[in-house]
């Protein structure tokens, strides 16, 4: 799945956690692709993980992502994180993998985030 979403975006989102076990649906915390993100980006300057032209990028390619896989996969929210894997919280192996499950713990709040039922700034629904 995650491989998927990857080649759905096209380059401008570098890695994703998929968050959604125990849970009805999956979310996803990202992160940008700079160069991919600049090079779409209405204001290259500006903050890529805002910028509304980025972001509806991402959407169409989840939407898009989304019509072609069975209703388990499908994506329904995602944040943009700001700040890369910490290697000192152990998000990153030895091997220089995002792990996983280091991710899902140490942004548990993030996490939550995607999963309100109220709009919370910074969660983008697809």
Not at 51 to 78: A, W
Request: charged fraction near 20%.
């Amino acid at each position: 799945m995650r491989a998927a979403i990857l080649a759905a975006t096209r380059g401008v989102l570098s890695d994703v956690v998929i968050a959604g076990e125990n849970r009805e649906y999956c979310s996803l915390l990202c992160w940008l692709n700079p160069t991919e993100a600049a090079r779409i980006s209405s204001q290259p300057s500006s903050d890529l993980a805002s910028d509304p032209v980025v972001v509806q990028f991402l959407k169409d390619r989840l939407q898009e992502y989304n019509r072609t896989v069975g209703s388990s996969e499908n994506v329904h929210s995602f944040v943009l994180l700001k700040e890369p894997p910490s290697i000192a919280a152990g998000e990153i192996t030895d091997k220089a993998y995002v792990n996983q499950r280091a991710v899902l713990k140490c942004r548990s709040d993030q996490v939550e985030s995607l999963y309100c039922s109220a709009p919370t700034p910074g969660v983008i629904r697809v």
